[in-house]
């Protein structure tokens, strides 16, 4: 269970938008410290959040909050690592906190204030700290962009959803396309070496293509009617 | 080579948060279709990315800019995946898109209008279309978000900065730790198997802490220090 704490926002702008990025990713307990007036403009930015909004909670510090609630694991967030001689905020990665992180425990994912991020003593205050890679020429991202990495990243582990209703390929349908193609090659009366080398490309490009079933199902339909067309057309001509 | 291209952008506040995502993550090539006029929004989103804002490009339509560009690579972006039989907007993941790009290519990351993405014509003009999973419950991100999303995990890929200057620490350096640890419990008079246990159990926690080399480093010399005591302690007492 996540529980996503803003603290002190300044902008009723990055609230709302924070409420959207959750929703995006199945989180719907937001809990605001000490904030400013959530108002139209929150509403307005959280798009078809607006539960999420409703249903958010207000501490006046961070401190009360953890102590009222049985929180298992503390997750502060930080734009600027600290590196190796800051050991507030040694951090690890989106990808590292996902690999660590146990769904079945309460977890609070703790963003600071857009201008300051979290204080010293609020990250001491947390298990772990985690920063997103970003470059040096302009490392600070906006609040919500990054709590929206950080939610994707866990989204990717908790994977409740597939995408749409995809089904990939299997190497067998991917074959039969090829078998095809390679009937169609041995009718073109390409020399031996020229009708491999073309066969393991194309047999490539079909590997590289993330070809889904209803894809592979289309191609090789495609492909076995140009063989019979070729080869009814070859006799033909004979 | 990346440019990213924002077709018909209505809303310029957008465009600013486009150009802040790009430079977080090390991009810088901005191309807009036919946009809305940009202006001091845009500008006051982009914060310190105003280069980004003022070396993009505009184009009357993305199909122009295709033909005027040697584009390699075109990737379309979708909140919408189609499934299995919506052919057009079969979609891979961000993380299937970073296995498969070559960096060393041309590559048009194309995002569509806030409110009706990409058109069917424009998403055949693509070689691959990108989407995010997300909750089924609210699917559709705001483009930035979707946008910092897809740069961080292209950018874990290109891997150019690590965070900060931190060391990971090494096995041996936790082993170093987990020795004074087994001198310590010895000195506890541990029955055995309390001893290997709590052992273990130690071992566990430094192995999933991500412990940095600065970290193992003041580690070893408490561990260290608390054993010398004891056993001097143990000494003086017999």
Chains 1, 2 share one sequence.
Do not use: W
Request: aromatic share 8%; glycine share 8%; with cysteine.
């Amino acid at each position: 269970m996540f529980d996503v704490v803003f603290v002190e926002p300044e902008s009723p702008g990055n609230v709302g938008f924070m409420a959207r990025a959750m929703k995006n990713f199945g989180l719907n307990r937001l809990v605001l410290i000490n904030p400013c007036h959530i108002g139209e403009e929150a509403q307005c930015h959280a798009m078809h959040a607006q539960d999420v909004l409703e249903n958010c909670k207000t501490y006046p510090s961070l401190s009360q909050f953890l102590e009222e609630t049985g929180i298992d694991f503390k997750v502060g967030t930080t734009g600027t690592a600290g590196g190796s001689y800051n050991v507030h905020r040694i951090a690890v990665t989106p990808e590292k906190l996902t690999d660590s992180i146990n769904l079945d425990s309460k977890v609070a994912l703790i963003f600071g204030r857009e201008g300051d991020g979290l204080t010293n003593h609020e990250i001491d205050l947390c298990d772990v700290v985690v920063t997103i890679p970003t470059s040096n020429d302009y490392p600070i991202m906006n609040i919500s962009h990054a709590a929206a990495v950080i939610f994707y990243e866990l989204y990717k582990k908790v994977k409740l959803y597939p995408i749409g209703d995809v089904r990939e390929s299997s190497r067998q349908e991917r074959e039969d396309i090829t078998r095809y193609m390679d009937q169609i090659l041995g009718d073109l009366d390409y020399p031996p070496h020229k009708h491999q080398t073309t066969l393991t490309i194309f047999r490539r490009i079909l590997g590289r293509a993330f070809i889904t079933g209803r894809e592979a199902h289309t191609m090789k339909g495609v492909f076995r009617k140009i063989k019979d067309r070729m080869i009814k057309d070859h006799v033909k001509d004979k």
